[in-house]
């Protein structure tokens, strides 16, 4: 085993066969619902029902569902290599932690958390519904300004500045692994580009906001499936 560090850093796909929606199609509705209407920082407000109404399902719908294999593998990648593993995250489930893996960084936020915009208090409601008529902030008893625990577009995401920290001085000894992401939300492509790791990407199919030339491999089958190939490849890098 060499010191070299481990990067990954996922998306919607790593979820989606565990039975978790992928965040949108080509129409711009994510699961019937317009994004400028429940993802929208400067909108929700003007949604409110609506907003808590769609994140309230979300929650519903994660209880059910479990963590599949890419999970547990990128679990055990980060039981393996311990603190030279940064393991980044775009999704706001849970299913990472539920397969054993620890101290992910949830770039976008945590489903099961609220978050009080007058304040600044968060606070965890796991995957209980949020009565936005009743419900209040348990520091200020704000309830206007109480929305889901997740990153709207529009709004500050304080935790990309571990994404620049973990891709930062990165060497040929290093691993990226890039699973389950377009590209479109955080732009994959500039990240990786300079970074002279060696970098695997495993999506369903080709993205065009992804330039494949900037990956030294490309797995197109879904993450469950990819991951025996993935499991081969940063063992053989890494130790």
């Given at each position: 085993?060499?010191?070299?560090?481990?990067?990954?850093?996922?998306?919607?796909?790593?979820?989606?066969?565990?039975?978790?929606?992928?965040?949108?199609?080509?129409?711009?509705?994510?699961?019937?619902?317009?994004?400028n209407k429940v993802?929208?920082?400067?909108?929700?407000?003007?949604?409110?029902?609506?907003?808590?109404?769609?994140?309230?399902?979300?929650?519903?719908?994660?209880?059910?569902?479990?963590?599949?294999?890419?999970?547990?593998?990128?679990?055990?990648?980060?039981?393996?290599?311990?603190?030279?593993?940064?393991?980044?995250?775009?999704?706001?489930?849970d299913l990472l932690?539920r397969a054993g893996?620890?101290?992910?960084?949830?770039?976008?936020?945590?489903?099961?958390?609220?978050?009080?915009?007058?304040?600044?208090?968060?606070?965890?409601?796991?995957?209980?519904?949020?009565?936005?008529?009743?419900?209040?902030?348990?520091?200020?008893?704000?309830?206007?300004?109480?929305?889901?625990?997740?990153?709207?577009?529009?709004?500050?995401?304080?935790?990309?500045?571990?994404?620049?920290?973990?891709?930062?001085?990165?060497?040929?000894?290093?691993?990226?692994?890039?699973?389950?992401?377009?590209?479109?939300?955080?732009?994959?492509?500039?990240?990786?580009?300079?970074?002279?790791?060696?970098?695997?990407?495993?999506?369903?199919?080709?993205?065009?906001?992804?330039?494949?030339?900037?990956?030294?491999?490309?797995?197109?089958?879904?993450?469950?499936?990819?991951?025996?190939?993935?499991?081969?490849?940063?063992?053989?890098?890494?130790?």
């Open positions: 085993m060499n010191n070299g560090r481990l990067v990954v850093l996922s998306g919607a796909g790593l979820s989606a066969p565990s039975g978790i929606q992928t965040f949108r199609g080509n129409d711009g509705l994510w699961e019937g619902h317009y994004i993802c929208d920082y400067h909108t929700w407000k003007d949604n409110r029902a609506e907003v808590h109404a769609f994140y309230n399902a979300r929650r519903s719908v994660l209880e059910t569902v479990r963590p599949n294999d890419a999970h547990a593998m990128i679990a055990a990648w980060k039981s393996r290599y311990g603190d030279r593993a940064t393991i980044l995250t775009q999704n706001v489930d932690e893996c620890t101290d992910v960084i949830h770039l976008h936020g945590d489903l099961q958390y609220m978050h009080c915009t007058a304040c600044s208090e968060r606070w965890h409601v796991g995957y209980r519904s949020w009565n936005h008529e009743e419900g209040r902030c348990p520091k200020c008893t704000s309830r206007a300004g109480v929305k889901p625990g997740v990153v709207f577009f529009n709004e500050m995401a304080p935790r990309y500045a571990y994404l620049a920290q973990a891709f930062r001085n990165l060497t040929e000894d290093d691993v990226v692994v890039v699973i389950g992401t377009s590209g479109l939300v955080i732009d994959v492509t500039s990240i990786v580009a300079k970074v002279p790791a060696f970098k695997i990407l495993n999506n369903l199919e080709p993205s065009q906001f992804i330039d494949e030339d900037c990956f030294d491999e490309l797995i197109y089958e879904s993450a469950d499936k990819a991951r025996e190939r993935l499991d081969n490849l940063v063992i053989g890098k890494l130790g």
